[in-house]
């Protein structure tokens, strides 16, 4: 309660956030380093949010939790359209829009998969409208249309109230590039990791550090919806309303959860991590 924390894997892995944050930019002068006082300059920002509860019937419920989220910046691009799915082209291609925004906010569940973490990811809607094509060149410059299919098929334990596909950290390494100041991945477990090779952690909230996000927000372990409404708000807040650095507006966030409706709730204070560059 006393510090604002972030968490990075390794210096190399920091180092390379730093290198791509665009907040890195700006004078330090003008950043609010008292979260008692507000930011009389705050950065204007973009972001792009999306959400869908592919196992319960708590739809608006994310929905709203995208917009909320959304409020906070000046641009805003929210994919809630129902007639499209919140699907793994849906978001790869909120991920490639040109120029990228500042912020991306997904909310969704989260599966870890104890055998092979790169299997691990995001539970989202199938595309019903269609397989979309990806042209890929293969030999002498020559380009060919694959269909564009998951890398794993779903659980069979899981069960979903709509057809749903994996989105799998292994796919977003080879198959997504972000360039962003913040990722705001809430989904169930994805801060969660384990030890590879080396003891590289494996996690779906390390892998969008490394595809070019600057920092991560995630949770470690399933997040109850009413704490990461209170904690995504006070959060934003703290980072788009006073101005405060990423790890001061955590800090923040953590404080107002502590003296409000979850102080009794110690295991709920806890959920929400901040990896990368704390700034």
Known sequence: MLAGVTYASSRSLFLRTVGRNAARARNAGQWTWDDAEAGSSAAERSVVCGGVDVLGDLDDDFREI????????????????????????TVKAALRQDPSPSAVCIMAHGWVDDEDHRMSGLLVERDTLGVSLRDIPLHGGRYFDFRDLPLRRPPRRIRARKPIEVFAAAELEVDAAIDCELVMLLGCSAGWGRLLQGDAP????????????????????????EAVRHWSRAFLD???????????????????MFDGPFRDAPERLGVMTLRGDWL
């Open 238 to 256: 703290g980072w788009c309303g006073a101005d405060l650095p990423k790890a001061l507006a955590m800090r923040r966030a953590m404080r107002r």
């Open 66 to 89: 995208c917009r909320q989220a959304a409020s906070h910046f000046a641009h805003r691009k929210l994919f809630l359209d129902r007639q499209f799915p919140y699907s793994r082209s």
């Open 202 to 225: 494996a996690s779906l909230a390390e892998t969008w550090l490394k595809i070019g996000a600057a920092s991560v927000v995630a949770p470690l372990w399933d997040a109850p919806i």
